[in-house]
């Protein structure tokens, strides 16, 4: 069992420009001090190493790719990544990702910001659920 766990989630239609943020919603559940929702970002809170499970339901404006990137401080996560090419406008798209973070702590404890970004094109999100373990 891990020593934090939380689970986020949204199904309220959003509109998210292209490079937007996606705004992940609610605490639904949340376990320990390690993960907490900040605005629009997943705070991790101590050293160690952090699943990260997220899904995306999308709508695009248009035809064409549509791409949801995981961010850690500002800066994209390895293959942290979901891509699909829409055919239509209202095309529905579903995305997920899921990676392994990890807050290094050479000095005490520190933190970050996980945040999604959308790419691509202009989207409708209606659902969200990002779920996060500290293992």
């Known amino acids: 069992m891990s020593k934090s766990a939380i689970y986020v989630a949204n199904n309220t239609a959003q509109n998210v420009a292209v490079n937007g943020l996606i705004n992940p919603g609610t605490v639904i559940r949340r376990f320990g001090c390690n993960l907490m929702l ?22 695009p404006t ?12 500002g800066i994209e ?3 942290a990544t979901a891509s699909e090419t829409a055919t239509a406008a209202n095309d529905i798209v579903n995305l997920s990702i899921s990676a392994l973070v990890r ?15 959308l790419t691509g094109t202009a989207s409708s999100v209606t659902n969200v ?7």
């Open 38 to 59: 900040s605005g629009t970002a997943i705070n991790t809170n101590g050293c160690g190493y952090y699943d990260i499970d997220a899904s995306f339901v999308v709508a």
């Open 62 to 73: 248009a035809a064409g790719n549509v791409t949801v990137t995981m961010f850690k401080d």
């Open 77 to 79: 996560v390895p293959g």
């Open 103 to 117: 807050e290094y702590c050479p000095c005490g404890d520190s933190s970050s910001n996980l945040t999604f970004v």
């Open 129 to 135: 659920a990002i779920v996060g373990e500290k293992l």
